[in-house]
Nanobody
Framework: QVQLVESGGGLVQAGGSLRLSCAAS????????MGWFRQAPGKEREFVAA????????YYADSVKGRFTISKDNAKNTVYMQMNSLKPEDTAVYYC??????????????????WGQGTQVTVSS
């Protein structure tokens, strides 16, 4: 099994920046994919970004492309998401997720069997 712990959330003014971290422990594989999702009150959980360990390919939701950057530290089994130019609509609980194998459904929550507890990001206007 895999355990995920998110950190780095907080309150920030519109236009500001935050960096989220997700530390993974337990069984991992070379084809691991890790992603970030977010969920605002009354809304479905939505895909934000994902990264593959093999090759480091990255994927972004259109709503965050150009503002958010996902990266990883292989030695630490940690994924990061740098969030710049934050907007009030980015306010949500952000969840880290992991899957043992990559698929083209990286933007689908059911692809990920392992989830962290979430970290709150609040962007004020």
């Amino acid at each position: 099994q895999v355990q995920l712990v998110e950190s780095g959330g907080g309150l920030v003014q519109a236009g500001g920046s935050l960096r989220l971290s997700c530390a993974a422990s337990g069984r991992t594989f070379s084809s691991y994919v890790m992603g970030w999702f977010r969920q605002a009150p009354g809304k479905e959980r939505e895909f934000v970004a994902a990264i593959r360990w093999s090759g480091g390919s990255t994927y972004y939701a259109d709503s965050v492309k150009g503002r958010f950057t996902i990266s990883k530290d292989n030695a630490k089994n940690t994924v990061y998401m740098q969030m710049n130019s934050l907007k009030p609509e980015d306010t949500a609980v952000y969840y880290c997720a992991a899957a043992l194998y990559y698929s083209t459904n990286y933007n689908f929550p059911n692809t990920y069997p392992y989830w962290g507890q979430g970290t709150q990001v609040t962007v004020s206007s």
